[in-house]
Structure formats: C-alpha cells, structure tokens
C-alpha cells in the first residue's frame, strides 16, 4: 500500500461518513485449512466490497487459541490464510489485509468491553455451546469471551457492514447489543454494525454429514473441500459425498445432502438453484456430482495458482501485512482513545 493510500485511509477514519463510504471489518480464524464454506460463505463475498468501500480484512489468529493451536503449525496457516486472501482476490491497493494480533486494541477493547457484556448473554451463544461439547477438556474463559473480542475486532474501526457466513449471526447481534449499551452510557461512541449475509451459500454443509455446517477444523477431511485442494483430490471428495437413496436431483425437504450440493453449484457458476435443478434434472446422482466438482474446481483454479505464485515472494507478502498493520493501529487508536477517555482513564 503506498504511502498516499496510507494517508488516505487513516483520514478516512475521520470523514469516512463524509465520503459517503462505508467501512468494512471481517476476518476468519486460522483453525484449519480454508475451506469453500468459509469461502463461499464469507471470502468470496468480500472481494466486490472493495471497490466501494473502506475494507479491513484480518486474519483472526487471536480468536484460533480458543482451541489449542500447536505454535508451529499456526504460524504457517496465519501466514498460508494471509497469503490466500490475496490469492481469493482481496487487494493490498484497496483494503487493510493484517493479522489480528498485530493490532493490540483488539485485546484492550474486548477487556473493555466484557465489563460491559453480560454471562447470561455469553451463556446462550450456539457456538460456544457446541464448541464446548466439542472440547470438553478445555473449555476456557476465552471460548466464553469469544463473541465479546470479535464485537471489539468490529467496534474498533467504526464499522459499518461485517459480511458473514449465517453461523455469525448470533455474534453479530451480541455485537450490536454491547455497542448500543456502551454507546447508551457514553454518547455515540460506536457506529452500529450491520450483518451482510448471503441469500445463497450462507451455510454450506459437511459433504459427509449434510446436517451439519462444513467446518475448517473437521477431523475427517473428506467432509470439506479445501480451498488449496488439487482437482483430484476435489473430484474424489465431491464423488463420495453424502446424498439419498431418492436418487432425483430435486432440492427439497429430507435431500440435505443434493440441496449442499445444489447450493455449492450455484454459488460456484452464479446459476440459480431453480435453474441448475432443471439442467441436471435428468442426471443420475454421479454425473450431477461430476458436475459440481468440475464446477468447483474451476472456481478454485485461479485461486489456487495465485497462491502458489505469492508463495514465492514472501517479502511482498510481509509488506502487505506489515504496512496493513500499521494503518490499522492508527484507525484502531482513535477508537481505543475515545473509549478509554469516555470511560474516564487518565490520557496518557
Ligand atoms: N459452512 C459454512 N458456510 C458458509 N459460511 C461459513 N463460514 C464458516 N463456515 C461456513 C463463514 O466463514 C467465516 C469465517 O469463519 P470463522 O473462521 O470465523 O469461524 P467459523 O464460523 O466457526 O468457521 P469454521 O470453518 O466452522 O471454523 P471452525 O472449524 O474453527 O469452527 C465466517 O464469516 C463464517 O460465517
């Protein structure tokens, strides 16, 4: 990012509502490799964002150590997950691409403003239910305090549109909970966020188990597809996912698994799902998953060969994430500043 864009951006923070654009903040953990339902559901949708508005996009390796992370293989999948937003389309001349850790007041605003979130909220969010059956022999205070740090991730840059797969929904209403609690405290503190989320490929789910969501951290790897996948490796997965014994590739009730991979299709060529059902109406269950693994692949293609290409320079990749940060914790101050003197620290 150049030092005018610099510039441009840490201004904006300021007169942003002046210049009639919006401000963008969203972010996926490192917990696993990228899959296509983080893909489709969240980074795919963030790449047309940018053009008209002021986007900051993070890695949130802060969040992944609410599961136990090894070190060595975390730094590598932060730095893979950076690599890949480039690689998906996200563009260091338009928007903020960083890792969470490298702006503090994530962590100073989520103690903040857990003083101001309540147990019994925490208490009723899904995710931290099932990720604490999930992990029962580790259930601690920062998967409780989860949805409190991604409210600061947001509320820090005065966000006004977080775009979000529909497992976040939750999260993103908690957010606006404490948001307009603090702001009913302290004046108008925080810009009140609003959830964009897909009508279509908001929830792709487990190709092994089409009742549940596919989830980067699932322990059989047939059940995702990875963004980095090789086409062989995409068609085997696609060929052994779960379907029904109607054998009609029609979407409706009891046909989880032919709705996943309708949904996917859809998404992946821009068809509709009216649309793609009465092409392959007449197909049997095998042909039609060809036809969603090619379709796959060919989405993933580019992506995958952009990645491999910024792999190769991993100084450029740096600068990126580096000049990122360092706009960022300029936005990211303004905020901390006015929280910390409405609340009434002592400016230092
Ligand atoms: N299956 C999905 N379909 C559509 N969108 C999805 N997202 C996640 N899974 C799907 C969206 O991806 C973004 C990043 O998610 P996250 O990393 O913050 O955590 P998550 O929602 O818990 O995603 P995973 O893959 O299931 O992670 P693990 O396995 O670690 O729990 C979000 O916008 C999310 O909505």
Same mark, same amino acid.
């Given at each position: 990012m150049s ?6 951006l840490?201004a904006?923070?300021?007169? =942003? ?6 401000r +963008?903040?969203?972010?996926?953990? /490192?917990?696993?490799r990228? +899959?296509?339902? =983080? ?7 963030w790449?047309p964002? %940018?053009d ?7 890695v949130?390796d802060?969040?992944?150590? *609410?599961v136990? %992370?090894d /070190?060595?293989e975390?730094r ?5 997950f950076? !690599? ?6 996200l ?20 103690w903040?403003?857990n003083?101001? *979130?309540?147990?019994?909220e925490?208490?009723?969010? *899904?995710?931290? $239910? ?5 992990? %029962?022999?580790?259930? =601690?205070?920062?998967?409780? !305090?989860? /949805? +409190? ?10 966000t ?5 797969g ?8 908690i ?7 603090f ?30 969501k596919?989830s980067k951290?699932?322990?059989n ?11 062989? !490796?995409?068609? $085997? ?7 029904d ?7 409706g009730?009891?046909k989880?698994g ?8 859809? +998404? ?19 042909d039609?998953k060809?036809q ?13 060969? $952009?990645?491999?290409d910024?792999?190769k ?5 740096k ?17 901390m500043?006015?929280?910390?003197? $409405?609340i ?5």
């Amino acid at each position: 990012m150049s030092e005018n864009k610099e510039a441009d951006l840490t201004a904006a923070n300021t007169e =942003n509502k002046a210049a009639k654009k919006k401000r +963008v903040f969203s972010g996926v953990q /490192p917990t696993g490799r990228l +899959v296509l339902g =983080n893909y489709l559901g969240a980074v795919k949708n963030w790449v047309p964002m %940018q053009d008209e508005n002021e986007c900051c996009f993070c890695v949130v390796d802060q969040h992944s150590i *609410t599961v136990r %992370q090894d /070190p060595k293989e975390l730094r590598q999948r932060c730095l893979d997950f950076l !690599t890949l937003y480039i690689a998906c389309g996200l563009d260091p001349d338009k928007s903020l691409i960083y890792f969470q850790s490298h702006v503090p007041a994530h962590a100073q605003l989520a103690w903040v403003l857990n003083c101001y *979130t309540y147990m019994g909220e925490l208490s009723r969010m *899904t995710q931290f $239910k099932e990720k604490s059956l999930k992990h %029962q022999d580790n259930i =601690n205070a920062g998967l409780f !305090t989860y /949805p +409190v740090l991604m409210a600061a991730d947001i509320l820090l840059y005065q966000t006004d549109l977080v775009p979000v797969g529909i497992d976040q929904k939750q999260h993103l209403e908690i957010a606006q909970i404490i948001a307009k609690r603090f702001n009913g405290a302290y004046g108008d503190v925080f810009r009140i966020p609003e959830a964009i989320i897909p009508k279509v490929g908001a929830k792709i789910m487990s190709l092994q188990d089409p009742t549940s969501k596919m989830s980067k951290s699932d322990v059989n790897p047939k059940a995702y597809i990875a963004v980095l996948d090789e086409p062989d !490796t995409i068609i $085997k997965k696609m060929k052994s996912a779960v379907t029904d014994s109607d054998g009609k590739v029609e979407y409706g009730d009891g046909k989880d698994g032919i709705n996943n991979l309708l949904t996917i299709y859809s +998404v992946a060529t821009g068809e509709s799902i009216e649309s793609t059902q009465a092409r392959f109406a007449n197909l049997g269950y095998g042909d039609f998953k060809m036809q969603v693994a090619e379709a796959v692949v060919e989405l993933l293609r580019p992506v995958r060969e $952009k990645y491999y290409d910024l792999k190769k320079n991993e100084d450029y990749v740096k600068s990126v994430y580096t000049k990122s940060a360092d706009v960022a914790n300029k936005i990211a101050g303004r905020t901390m500043d006015k929280v910390y003197k $409405k609340i009434g620290f002592i400016a230092r």
